[in-house]
């Protein structure tokens, strides 16, 4: 199993100090995504958080809050949550904002951090990052999200890696043959590969709607991942 933790800790600092899409892994075969690309990817953000200027955001795996950063000109204030301190340390010297506060922490163990101000959230995002939880995370990680959610709020669960499209990335026999070795020997940086039947059902479980999304034109990964949008 990939330790999580120490890899994103030890990762971003293989990167370059303002190599912000490297470091939290926004890339194709390695090459940080175009500006083009990138605003597909936060303008699919926007839109799925339906996110607006009354909103507070609570954005959990925020990295290094390069996205954070970007989505907070749109809403009333935003908390990001990440367990890297390498990336918790970059957030803070390089995307930190008057309506921006950095938290160090385990959205595994969310019920359990002090995210107030404010004391619930009317937006909630994940993105690029289910994909290093189990599928019986999950409904923990709802329960928790809902503890601070508001009534009105929209959870919003982005870039999930697609079991169903699985041979879409992994498109040739060495890329293949290397996903294996990785697994083998406890190195893949890939993780979890979901069904949306999986979000669906947990969802259900914790009472709310699930909208899938697996048509994103032009959003990097759209080939092999989709998005969630949860609602009450």
């Known amino acids: 199993m990939m330790d999580w933790h120490k890899f994103w800790t030890d990762y971003p600092a293989t990167a370059g100090e303002t190599d912000f899409l490297i470091q939290t892994g926004h890339t194709v075969g390695g090459v940080p995504y175009s500006e083009a690309e990138f605003g597909a990817m936060l303008g699919s953000i926007r839109l799925g958080l339906d996110l607006g200027a009354i909103d507070d955001l609570l954005d959990l795996c925020c990295g290094n809050g390069v996205v954070t950063h970007c989505l907070v000109e749109h809403c009333r204030l935003a908390v990001g949550v990440d367990f890297s301190e390498t990336l918790f340390d970059i957030a803070r010297r390089h995307h930190a904002h008057a309506k921006i506060r950095y938290l160090l922490g385990d959205v595994r163990a969310l019920c359990e951090l002090d995210l107030a101000p404010p004391d619930h959230f009317s937006r909630i995002l994940m993105y690029a990052a289910l994909q290093h939880l189990h599928v019986a995370d999950l409904a923990r990680l709802l329960d928790a999200i809902l503890a601070k959610a508001t009534r009105d709020a929209v959870i919003f669960i982005g870039g999930i890696l697609d079991t169903r499209r699985k041979t879409a990335f992994l498109d040739t026999p060495e890329k293949r043959q290397a996903y294996e070795e990785y697994r083998r020997t406890g190195r893949d940086r890939l993780g979890t590969w979901w069904h949306p039947q999986h979000i669906a059902e947990a969802a259900d479980r914790a009472g709310l709607r699930c909208e899938i999304d697996d048509q ?16 009450q």
């Not at 994103?216 to 609602?231: K, Q, V």
Request: proline share 6%; no cysteine; hydrophobic share 30%.
């Open 216 to 231: 994103s034109a032009g959003r990097p990964g759209a080939h092999y991942r989709f998005d969630a949008r949860l609602t």
